[in-house]
């Protein structure tokens, strides 16, 4: 019998929801409303929003851990950012210019007046009467405001690129103007402007700060800190960079806090710098941040970060988080490792195998090396022998049952270009180029091929289990191989993925693929004969590897670190945790210690114990919960699509929409 339901959701134009899946413990609250949070400012108790098309915001912050809405103006356009002066707000409001607003009470905001830009109002500073608007692509425009109900235009100075941020100090205006960097203007004479000097950054200026004679710019690169003493001729100091682009920062004291985002807009980050040596700032701490980080304000030790679509995040910032490598030995490229015991193995493009000792993983230490003459790809270790695929030179046995004192054995030619090994029962199949190669290592000093098998495509990786070879094909996908007669190998199946298959981690009835650009694939494998797909998160690009522990999958990204997902339900696996540790290639965690390979960087140690349970309420997977997640879970529903039978009991009716709202107004732990 089917059964129909009327599904009705109210909402106010302003419901709050939950908006991030984890919360660490230096996390104290947030608030999610439709729109985009663009810049944020704190003022005692109370917050201020510019945010995007649902306009400007005051927040109720009295209590940090459960903020709550005072106000709303809805602008008529794109409120990016705002600027205080004389008992007003002034809103750069995209294509409608500027709004001026009485915020004399904050639960009826009153408009002032309003005037027109020539182009997109990204920024406004008022001194002394004048706004100095940064508007876009027409530049610095200037305006009396001395009567803000009768605002009137006095000059412009047109920037070579996009004006993006203007501070004025000394009738000298600084303007941020993407790829020019800095710009110097003369505005002593506001209806004639111009320039005293420039300075481009290297990259694409969005913000800055002016502190003393110094600029601190927030662009592309990183932050870029110049000295202003002669402004005719600003010059660097210093450069601290990032993996990410920089939109806003705050400078308070020997700190800087900045935010800003990268092409994966699931997390961006906080960052906090050390600028008590100004020429060589250093990272004091990071915090994840869900969506794109683009305001950031510091009051007290609290940051307010305005999230564009994940709404504004408060988080104590007392105590700076560092970073989650509690470890590290560096090696010049490290590819792939293996860990035994004590030991961790780790194969590097340059110096062969590197064996280190983890008993105390704050402290790996090195012990000894082998060099391989070409890459050492991949590792496997039984029995104190080491096997290493060497790409050219095949197979490489060495004897490390001394780890201190590595004895190598000459290489074995295998018929392919080996890129890695797993060896089982005395057999070692090796990913062979294009091939799966099997070999006899009973005698671990004479080994013996047995037989090998075309993939028809780059085989980069081997993990066997039972009387099956899952190899990761490159471009063909997952190749499921029978081996239980090594003399009689047969392909069971091919499933192919999207993009590059790199790594294979089994799992109970499901294979894991990290596949490069086609992120995480998760296949059914149940019927070797038959695999489907279960689902995918594809939002995990640059996927080099992946390593399975009970319900979560850790996946290495390249550039990106460790990202770890949920896979308590393989149908709907979720991100919960991102360890932005940089490149990594490589990842197997033991005792809640992720041992990455990450490329220059070497050997890594993350603790991983902190992990946050997924949130059942965050339907669609991407790290936030909103009305996307009702969305989806109403298509679901609709369909009795097993994803949206809340309570297990499968059927379809009330009680699974009422578990859903529930969790959905819980939020997320």
């Not at 005037?115 to 530049?139: M, N, S």
């Not at 203007?166 to 002593?188: K, S």
Request: charge should be negative; glycine fraction near 8%.
């Amino acid at each position: 019998m089917v059964q129909f339901f009327l599904i009705t959701f109210i909402f106010s134009p302003l419901t709050i929801a939950d908006s991030v899946t984890c919360l660490f413990a230096d996390y104290l609250g947030f608030i999610d409303i439709p729109g985009a949070a663009e810049e944020v400012t704190l003022d005692g108790d109370t917050a201020y929003v510019s945010y995007g098309s649902t306009g400007f915001l005051v927040l109720d912050i009295s209590d940090p851990k459960s903020p709550s809405l005072i106000g709303l103006y809805d602008t008529p356009d794109y409120a990016h950012s705002h600027y205080f002066a004389d008992g007003l707000v002034y809103i750069a409001d995209g294509s409608n210019g500027i709004q001026i607003l009485d915020l004399s009470d904050l639960e009826n905001i009153q408009l002032v007046a309003s005037f027109d830009t020539t182009d997109e109002a990204r920024h406004v500073f008022v001194l002394d009467g004048i706004a100095y608007v940064a508007d876009y692509q027409d530049g610095l425009q200037i305006f009396d405001v001395s009567n803000p109900q009768s605002p009137t235009f006095l000059g412009n100075f047109d920037t070579p690129d996009r004006a993006y941020k203007v501070v004025v100090e000394n009738q000298r205006a600084f303007v941020v103007d993407g790829d020019t960097g800095l710009l110097v203007i003369d505005v002593a004479d506001p209806e004639n402007p111009s320039l005293i000097s420039e300075f481009d950054t290297d990259g694409y200026a969005l913000d800055l700060a002016l502190v003393g004679t110094n600029v601190f710019i927030a662009d592309n690169q990183g932050i870029v800190i110049l000295d202003l003493s002669d402004f005719s001729t600003p010059a660097l100091i210093s450069l601290f960079a990032t993996d990410e682009i920089m939109n806003e920062l705050q400078v308070d004291g020997d700190r800087v806090y900045t935010v800003g985002f990268s092409t994966n807009i699931v997390f961006s980050s906080l960052q906090i710098i050390d600028i008590g040596n100004i020429s060589t700032p250093s990272l004091l701490g990071s915090y994840l941040i869900p969506s794109a980080a683009l305001g950031i304000d510091v009051q007290d030790n609290i940051a307010a970060v305005a999230a564009y679509s994940a709404g504004v995040h408060l988080l104590d910032v007392s105590t700076p988080a560092t970073s989650p490598v509690i470890g590290a030995n560096e090696t010049s490229s490290a590819l792939n490792l293996a860990v035994e015991g004590d030991l961790a193995f780790i194969t590097d493009a340059n110096s062969g195998l590197n064996i280190f000792n983890i008993s105390d993983p704050s402290n790996p230490i090195f012990l000894d090396s082998a060099n391989t003459a070409d890459d050492a790809r991949g590792v496997s270790v039984s029995g104190g022998i080491a096997y290493v695929a060497a790409r050219t030179r095949g197979l490489i046995v060495m004897d490390v049952s001394n780890p201190s004192n590595i004895f190598t054995l000459p290489a074995f030619s295998t018929p392919g270009i080996a890129y890695d090994i797993h060896v089982v029962d005395n057999i070692a199949y090796v990913a062979d180029g294009f091939d799966l190669t099997l070999i006899d290592i009973s005698i671990p000093f004479a080994p013996n091929v047995i037989n090998t098998i075309s993939m028809g495509s780059g085989a980069f990786n081997v993990y066997v289990e039972g009387s099956i070879a899952y190899v990761a094909a490159g471009s063909i996908g997952l190749v499921l191989v029978d081996v239980s007669d090594p003399l009689n190998l047969q392909i069971l199946s091919i499933y192919n993925t999207p993009n590059l298959a790199r790594q294979v981690a089994i799992e109970g009835d499901y294979a894991f693929v990290a596949d490069l650009d086609g992120g995480l694939q998760i296949i059914d494998v149940n019927d070797p004969l038959n695999p489907t797909l279960t689902s995918s998160l594809e939002s995990l690009e640059n996927a080099e590897g992946v390593y399975v522990v009970g319900d979560l999958a850790y996946v290495a990204q390249s550039g990106k670190g460790i990202q770890i997902v949920d896979v308590s339900d393989p149908a709907q696996p979720s991100l919960v945790a991102n360890f932005d540790n940089g490149f990594a290639r490589r990842v197997i965690v033991r005792d809640d210690i992720a041992y990455v390979a990450a490329g220059s960087a070497g050997l890594q140690l993350i603790d991983v114990n902190n992990v946050c349970e997924s949130c059942s309420a965050d339907f669609n997977s991407d790290g936030t919960v909103n009305f996307f997640d009702i969305s989806e879970f109403i298509k679901a529903f609709a369909i009795d699509d097993p994803s949206s039978d809340f309570n297990g009991d499968n059927r379809w009716n009330f009680f699974d929409i009422s578990e859903f709202l529930t969790a959905f107004s819980t939020g997320c732990p």
